[in-house]
């Protein structure tokens, strides 16, 4: 079975002075957009690399989770800040996930192994298999 998630952005004016909204689907929200969010930062205007990060993130989480069930392990929480790099004329650079871990049981070593391959076995990471991924992971 597929699953097709949908979200559908509206846009007025000229990229600089314009804006917009990105309406998911799910009915979660209308989130506003505009380039100078998405170049200089702002805190109440969302950019498309904050949604990838979102997506990221939350991907990630589960990919983990998933890993250490695998190896025998159930995590007593996992909590993920992904954080992605948009360069104006560039693009899209990077996305870095750190990672802080509660897991019964779990050596340094196993942990880090698990947390590479999560990484590289995330649908998102694969996604994003353009831009360089890194990762920071520690237990709690």
């Not at 699953?3 to 799910?26: F, I, R, Y």
Request: proline content about 5%; charged content about 15%; overall charge negative.
């Amino acid at each position: 079975m597929s699953v097709t998630s949908e979200a559908t952005a509206t846009w007025s004016g000229s990229l600089k002075d314009g804006s917009g909204s990105v309406d998911p689907a799910s009915g979660i929200g209308t989130f506003p957009v505009d380039w100078r969010a998405r170049s200089e930062g702002a805190e109440s205007t969302t950019t498309p690399e904050e949604l990838i990060a979102a997506a990221h993130s939350s991907c990630f989480n589960m990919a983990l989770s998933n890993e250490l069930g695998q190896a025998g392990f159930t995590p007593d929480n996992v909590r993920t800040t992904a954080s992605v790099t948009f360069v104006p004329g560039t693009g899209v650079t990077g996305s870095h996930l750190n990672v802080s871990a509660s897991v019964p049981g779990i050596s340094e070593d196993e942990f880090q192994k698990i947390a590479e391959g999560a990484k590289s076995g995330c649908p998102i990471s694969q996604a994003l298999a353009g831009i360089d991924i890194t990762i920071e992971a520690s237990l709690a």
